[in-house]
Nanobody, 122 residues
Framework: QVQLVESGGGLVQAGGSLRLSCAASGRTFGNYAMGWFRQAPGKEREFVATINWNGGTTYYADSVKGRFTISRDNAKNTVYLQMNSLKAEDTAVYYC???????????????WGQGTQVTVSS
């Protein structure tokens, strides 16, 4: 299995920034596409961003496009989510996930982290 551990969540004011990290261990990190998802209380888990195995291709949900940036450092076995211009509606638990196929669909992801809480105050 691949183990994923998120970090970097916290409480920020609207308009602020936060950088999430996801550290991977287990199977070769460079073989996987990586994604970020989020889930707010009472809502379904939703796609945020994904990045292919070498970082050359990225996709974003319309709600975060232009504000969030996904990146990866395969030498460090880590994927990042830089979140700028945060809004109250960005409040959620953010999850890192790994898949063998670059996709926006949660069911295609094989491995998931425990999540990290992001709270944006208005």
């Amino acid at each position: 299995q691949v183990q994923l551990v998120e970090s970097g969540g916290g409480l920020v004011q609207a308009g602020g920034s936060l950088r999430l990290s996801c550290a991977a261990s287990g199977r070769t990190f460079g073989n996987y596409a990586m994604g970020w998802f989020r889930q707010a209380p009472g809502k379904e888990r939703e796609f945020v961003a994904t990045i292919n195995w070498n970082g050359g291709t990225t996709y974003y949900a319309d709600s975060v496009k232009g504000r969030f940036t996904i990146s990866r450092d395969n030498a460090k076995n880590t994927v990042y989510l830089q979140m700028n211009s945060l809004k109250a509606e960005d409040t959620a638990v953010y999850y890192c996930a790994a898949t063998g196929f670059t996709t926006r669909e949660a069911y295609r992801y094989d491995y998931w982290g425990q999540g990290t809480q992001v709270t944006v105050s208005s």
